[in-house]
């Protein structure tokens, strides 16, 4: 990575838009090292999520910024996310899971105002079940949620606040100021 006054103002501007956001308190976000071989300039995010003191989602968003412009991005910036989380087996085994999955990426990106072109993404759900020495828990699995998508404008805040939305559905958490009843469990957003 560039020394820091090097850095472009396209780019600076966008850290600077990511550092600004405060997350829901239930999502807590570190800044990580970047991966330094897919663009000249890149910053990351790491989240947890916490729901009763156990981690049931966590993610990553990682910022990349070439300044001569990518074919494929249609754009100099890119965002890059990977979110997962343990779900229960019936929610695991829905049909409909991968595209419940994907309606809260766009959905939250629309909620926003995160103007972004070239979206595209995986969402994978495996189910695991424990035999032998590893017998335990019943079965379970997870969802895995991997996008990337080009931001229309270097201000990135509405992107972050859209991606702990991602992170808050993904961990099944209720929107702010909305209460689980007493006895239940958030299932994920399903």
């Known amino acids: 990575m560039a020394p820091l006054a090097a850095l472009p103002e396209a780019f600076d501007r ?5 550092r600004a956001v405060t997350p829901r308190a239930e999502i807590q976000i570190e800044e990580v090292g970047a ?9 990351a995010l790491s989240a947890s999520v916490v729901r009763a003191d156990d981690e049931v989602a966590t993610g990553r968003l990682v910022l990349l ?3 001569t412009g ?6 100099t910036l890119r965002l890059v996310t990977y979110v997962t989380a343990d779900l229960e087996a ?3 085994s829905d049909p409909l899971l991968p595209t419940v999955g994907w309606t809260w990426l766009t959905d939250a990106l629309e909620t926003h105002d995160a103007a972004h072109t070239a979206l595209g993404g995986t ?3 495996t189910c695991s079940t424990r035999f032998g020495e ?3 828990p019943p079965a379970g699995g997870d969802i895995e949620i991997r996008a990337s998508w080009t931001p229309l404008d270097p201000e990135l805040g509405a992107h972050l ?3 702990c939305d991602l992170l808050a559905s993904t961990a099944g958490l209720p929107p702010p100021g909305v209460s689980v009843l007493p006895g239940r469990r958030g299932t994920g957003g399903t």
């Open 35 to 43: 991966p330094q071989r897919l663009a000249p300039y890149a910053f």
């Open 123 to 125: 969402v994978t759900q």
């Open 65 to 67: 910024h070439d300044p």
């Open 161 to 163: 606040l859209a991606w």
């Open 90 to 92: 019936d929610l695991v």
């Open 134 to 136: 590893l017998a335990g």
């Open 70 to 75: 990518h074919e494929a991005w249609h754009g």
């Open 14 to 18: 966008a850290v600077a838009g990511l």
